[in-house]
């Protein structure tokens, strides 16, 4: 079946640094979605990419879809500590059942002071 | 809006028992999911709707059943709770293919 494989599982930073999560599907997505949960919430949406090497940009976070339509990554320019949480990518397998969004596990990000 | 509500908030059952997790949302959405979500597992998908009578199986079905009468609401029952059955659930619903609005979850606990 589909499977959507994010890295890292964890990452840490000091606040200032870059930080960058992947996510890999086996088969093609018509779209993906990025959500942010913080700890002891529920997920957030962040963005959704549609188009084959679409970027899109929200502040200092920068989505990428790839043109296989098979990866993505989100970008984190200067973190701040308001960016601890988990990130995760979910994905609807292109041609696949209508509502079966498959969630990567997530990255953890924390940030140091 | 209330957008997705979830009850209970938290619960704890005993192996065996039996119980719902009611989930309703008042946006109109057609699809509705169940998650649950373990330390290192991410999200994995219960069960689906998209739409009022259509409900289908995600990742990790077993042990659980869904229905769908309303728009509105989309109930996930344990059967007969189980230690594994431990976990975080969440609902979501969403328009379509689109951005997933999630509830606050359910902390469940089976002794």
């Known amino acids: 079946g589909q499977q959507v494989m994010q890295i890292p599982q964890y990452q840490h930073v000091q606040e200032g640094e870059d930080f960058t999560t992947y996510c890999n599907s086996s088969t093609t997505l018509s779209n993906i979605q990025w959500y942010k949960q913080r700890p002891g919430g529920h997920p957030v949406f962040l963005i959704q990419l549609v188009k084959s090497g679409e970027v899109k940009k929200q502040k200092r976070l920068t989505f990428q879809f790839g043109e296989a339509k098979k990866n993505s990554s989100l970008h984190i320019t200067a973190t701040q500590t308001t960016d601890v949480g988990t990130y995760f990518c979910a994905g609807y397998n292109y041609g696949g059942s209508q509502g079966n969004l498959i969630f990567g596990k997530g990255t953890k990000l924390s940030v140091k002071p | 809006n209330a957008g997705v509500t979830q009850t209970p908030k938290f619960q704890v059952l005993k192996t065996g028992q039996s119980m719902t997790l009611q989930c309703a949302q008042d946006?109109?959405?057609?699809?509705m999911s169940w998650y649950r979500q373990d330390p290192g597992m991410g999200l994995r998908l219960i069960h689906y709707?998209?739409?009022?009578?259509?409900?289908d199986q995600g990742e990790v079905p077993n042990g659980y059943n869904v229905s769908r009468s309303t728009t509105e609401d989309f109930p996930l029952r344990l059967l007969s709770a189980a230690p594994s059955q431990t976990s975080v659930y969440f609902c979501?619903?969403?328009?379509?293919?689109?951005?997933?609005?999630f509830g606050p979850g359910t902390r469940l606990t089976v002794l």
């Open positions: 946006m109109n959405h057609e699809y």
């Open positions: 979501a619903s969403s328009y379509g293919q689109g951005l997933q609005y």
């Open positions: 709707s998209v739409g009022a009578g259509i409900t």
